[in-house]
């Protein structure tokens, strides 16, 4: 019988928290290896495939951006709850209520026309994301409920919300039955970047600047410093005066605004239109990038084109080899796996106890009790 | 090495050494401890005394180094092997679930499936015949902490160890309660046990002690017998160099002195079932003096504490005022813009953020007071000014550390409570409140930050100093009162308090009667 026990490391490696997303990286891609060896698919023509290809050119690129615009708006909202130990899974719900608020626009009022239109699409989007977040923000403040099951349960609210919509009050009269609303007028749409060298739009660049400006906030500012220490230590935080609940209401709005943000550009970006699904997992996705990334925003952005990559991919293997693209799906979970165990491992490492203790009397066997053995 | 094992040391220590990192923090450590004495291990705090008795107690590995149990060289790998050797210990902090009752707290360590009401009749039986009564079917969470104590050692005890280590055994009891102690142990001795004693305080260790070991910075400083030293010469071996003794110059003029804290009737129900009730708690600091508040651990001091400092609101805005004004609706910014200032009893995680550097830990307590100078237009943290103030204060208050802006966790617990402290300090606060000033800091430091008390209270603020160590309250105070039970005595002025009065009051006899019950004993 052997019991495992993880016993927190005296000091955490310097070295190693930084490679750690890299380790991560490496192991995914050797499980990923042998994934592909079973399906029987040579592992490196299906690397080429699914990590080389999809980026070797330019309007590929543009797609990449496309991808990963919403990733990282919606993964650095999340790495400030993350870093107040608040746990927004939600944003997947979010994301969606974002594109409907943002939606009211194009959908109710598509006479309404101008460069003002696009301006309060987001401004609205924003709205409604942070709306549908401070549902679980409301709960855990005022019954102490587990924001982690409130909003997640939420997501499923928000996706049959919108399924309801874009087949009822919302279809497109003329659309032949298609649950979907009417095409965005062109005043509705979010301009592209380059419009001659591919699709990309402008929500790449607001999720840069989200990055950039979170960042600012995160490490310069007060406000970023009362998100830290209430993560940390919630005691001193509220010794230093800083209000919990304050906190919690805060960081739901943020990143529900900023998932929100993601959702209205999406829609009026890439799409178009309000369909039944507007987002393939963005939303939980972007829970890995957050943590791929450090919880921290510039990391993110990287974290944030590597996931974006994996979806491409998975389009990529799906038509070139025939493979279904949930394999997307299970390269981000296998990425999630290894970026937490890495990270569990540089704060503790693992102790494998005998547990067959026999009745000691000597000193040989007392020593050769219990069998230490360590995890790299 | 492995020559002259004396049969008649039970324990015997040679060069034992542990490294973390950069640091050594056992240096080639020898210690011997023979059959039937207690020893004492001495030393301030960051000397070592720690790291060594976890690795005595098998939950450090040494990086080198021999022990010799009974004459024979042995590994302890895991405190289950200690045990088995029979080394029995009893830690400072109490690690009891006060849901359960005593029995149910031995049985769980013990985890021999024998049954509860077994370990119940011999924890009864144990525990009387050693002096130190106690009810194993009572719940740990309606006992004090010096019953608390008892059901640690008496769990120790169960195991029939050889070696008994205790750790700053009294930093929790009133002088009564430290006199049955003594006698327990003296009882153990006589049977031939061995006891490895914890402590800084000297007049302690020269009372119950046959011989000492003394360790400065990881090294052994000397061995010697305690009987034949003075408290002076002891604490000059575990320092190095004298320690100043603290000045307090009489306070004149108090009565007229405009009162800077007042506490009107101020109650407040339990929190969580084993929280502390305060029960119409009435109190003035007037500009000038230091109070003490003394008492037993767990008498309602941290709820005291959290009241006045604005962490928990007061229904009756009147029950906390300070500088005349009501503050009893004002959260703890609200009182620190008034003028006051707070120092938690717990230093990581409440006085400071842990893995936060010293400079963000400035910015935890004085970002709303020193607003203008610490935090710029939009938000912005001005880091350089608060890592100047931050040197600032390391620079006043003598604060060691490894690095220039260290995180707090890594300092010793004497020179980060000297922080802050001094971070307090350093705003000339009018109200200043401290709960535990100098818990586990050392002697060098202790008198610091005391010295600083006292002179912060002369210049004309008003000090409130709440602490379990009667030595200190005795230093700093020109009146102690006692918390007991949620209840607070009527303040002694020091010319009329001595141990005994305010042991008593500690104990629970009636506040404000305290000559009655002198008589009474």
């Known amino acids: 019988m052997m019991r495992i026990e993880l016993v927190k490391r005296p000091q955490r490696s310097a070295l190693f928290s930084v490679l750690s997303p890299f380790i991560a990286f490496a192991l995914t891609m050797i499980a990923g290896g042998i994934m592909f060896a079973l399906l029987g698919v040579n592992p490196l023509d299906a690397f080429n495939i699914y990590f080389i290809q999809p980026i070797s050119e330019v309007w590929q690129l543009h797609e990449l951006a496309i991808k990963a615009a919403p990733l990282i708006l919606i993964a650095v909202g999340l790495s400030v709850c993350y870093k107040a130990n608040i746990w927004n899974i939600g944003a997947e719900g979010q994301f969606i209520f974002g594109a409907i608020f ?5 959908v109710l009022f598509p006479q309404f026309e101008g460069p003002l239109v696009i301006p309060l699409m987001l401004l609205l989007g924003m709205v409604g994301g942070a709306f549908y977040a401070s549902i679980p923000a409301f709960l855990k403040t005022r019954f102490s409920t587990n924001e982690i099951l409130t909003s997640l349960m939420l997501v499923y609210v928000a996706q049959l919300f919108l399924d309801w919509l874009v087949r009822g009050p919302w279809r497109d009269p003329e659309g032949h039955g298609f649950p979907q609303t009417i095409q965005f007028g062109d005043s509705a749409v979010l301009p592209e970047l380059m419009p001659d060298a591919g699709r990309a739009n402008w929500g790449f660049v607001f999720a840069l600047v989200a990055a950039v400006a979170i960042w600012l906030m995160m490490s310069r500012m007060l406000k970023g410093f009362e998100v830290r220490v209430l993560g940390s230590s919630p005691r001193a935080g509220r010794f230093a005066g800083f209000g919990f609940n304050r906190m919690v209401f805060f960081t739901f709005l943020l990143s529900g605004a900023l998932a929100g943000l993601a959702g209205i550009s999406e829609v009026s970006g890439a799409i178009g239109q309000l369909q039944p699904v507007i987002s393939p997992g963005y939303g939980f996705t972007a829970i890995i990038v957050a943590f791929l990334g450090r919880l921290n925003p510039l990391g993110i952005v990287a974290a944030g084109l590597v996931l974006a990559l994996t979806y491409l991919g998975g389009e990529a293997v799906q038509s070139a080899l025939g493979i279904s693209d949930k394999v997307a799906r299970v390269f981000q979970g296998m990425l999630l796996f290894f970026v937490l165990g890495c990270d569990t491992l540089i ?21 050769a009790a219990p069998k230490l053995e360590e995890a790299r | 090495m492995s020559a002259n094992h004396d049969r008649s040391n039970l324990l015997e220590v040679r060069g034992l050494t542990k490294i973390f990192g950069s640091l050594t923090a056992c240096d080639h450590i020898d210690l011997n401890i023979a059959k039937g004495e207690i020893h004492a291990l001495l030393g301030e705090n960051g000397a070592g005394k720690s790291t060594l008795v976890k690795m005595l107690f098998g939950s ?3 990086n080198a180094g021999e022990i010799f149990w009974d004459g024979k060289p042995v590994k302890i790998t895991s405190p289950g092997v200690a045990k088995k050797l029979g080394i029995g210990m009893v830690f400072q902090h109490f690690s009891l679930f006060e849901a359960l009752t005593a029995a149910e707290n031995i049985a769980l360590s013990l985890n021999d499936g024998s049954p509860i009401s077994t370990i ?8 009387f015949s050693y002096g130190l009564p106690l009810d194993p079917d009572s719940l740990v969470g309606d006992l004090s902490v010096g019953e608390r104590q008892r059901i640690e050692i008496i769990r120790c005890l169960l195991q029939t160890p050889q070696l008994i280590i205790l750790d700053e055994p009294t930093s929790v009891l009133t002088p009564q309660e430290a006199d049955k102690l003594f006698e327990t142990l003296e009882r153990l001795r006589s049977e031939g046990k061995s006891i490895l004693y914890i402590s800084h305080r000297l007049e302690e260790v020269k009372r119950i002690c046959d011989s000492a070991t003394v360790l400065r910075h990881g090294k052994v400083v000397g061995h010697c017998n305690p009987r034949q030293e003075t408290a002076a010469s002891l604490a000059r071996m575990m320092v190095g160099s004298e320690v100043k003794a603290v000045e307090r110059a009489p306070a004149e003029g108090i009565e007229t002195a405009p009162a800077l804290l007042e506490i009107r009737g101020l109650t407040r129900k339990p929190a969580t079932p084993f929280a502390i009730p305060l029960k119409n708690i009435n109190l003035t600091v007037r500009a000038g003096e230091v109070i003490g508040i003394a008492g037993v651990a767990g008498n309602g001091q941290g709820e005291f504490f ?10 009756d805005a009147g029950s906390v005022r300070i500088r005349g004004k009501d503050v009893g609706a004002l959260s703890i910014t609200g009182r ?13 995680g409440h006085g400071a953020a842990p893995r936060m550097k010293l400079s963000e830990n400035l910015l935890l307590s004085r970002h709303a007071t020193d607003g203008k100078a610490f935090v710029g237009s939009g938000g912005m943290v001005k880091n350089s000014t608060v890592y100047s103030a931050a040197q600032r204060i ?3 208050m003598d604060v ?35 709960n535990q000033p100098t818990w586990g800091v050392d002697a060098g430091a202790a008198a610091r930050i005391r010295q600083a008390l006292i002179e912060l209270a002369r210049s004309g603020s008003a000090v409130l100093v709440i602490s379990q160590d009667l030595d200190e309250l005795f230093e700093l105070s020109d009146a102690i009162a006692v918390m007991h039970n949620g209840d607070l005595s009527k303040p002694l002025p020091i010319a009329e308090a001595t141990f005994e009065k305010i042991g008593l009051l500690m104990g629970g006899a009636e506040p404000g009667h305290a000559e009655h019950s002198l008589e009474m004993a």
């Open chain 1, 347 to 367: 704060h503790y490492r693992i102790r494998l106890i005998g547990m067959a203790l026999t009745k000691a009397n000597g000193t040989a066997q007392l020593e």
């Open chain 2, 306 to 315: 959290e009241s006045v400092s604005g962490e928990v609101l007061q229904q």
């Open chain 2, 400 to 434: 060691r550390k490894s690095a220039p802006d260290p995180e707090a966790a890594a300092l010793s617990g004497g020179n980060l409570q000297k922080f802050i402290v001094g971070r307090e300090l350093d705003r000339k606060p009018s109200v200043m409140v401290v």
């Open chain 2, 60 to 62: 450090l590995e040494p």
């Open chain 2, 336 to 348: 620190r813009l008034m003028g006051a200032a707070f120092v938690p009893e717990e230093r990581l």
């Open chain 2, 120 to 127: 119940a009749a011999k924890a009864r039986a144990l525990s």
């Open chain 1, 102 to 106: 943002g939606s009211i626009i194009p």
């Open chain 2, 394 to 396: 390391i620079t006043a």
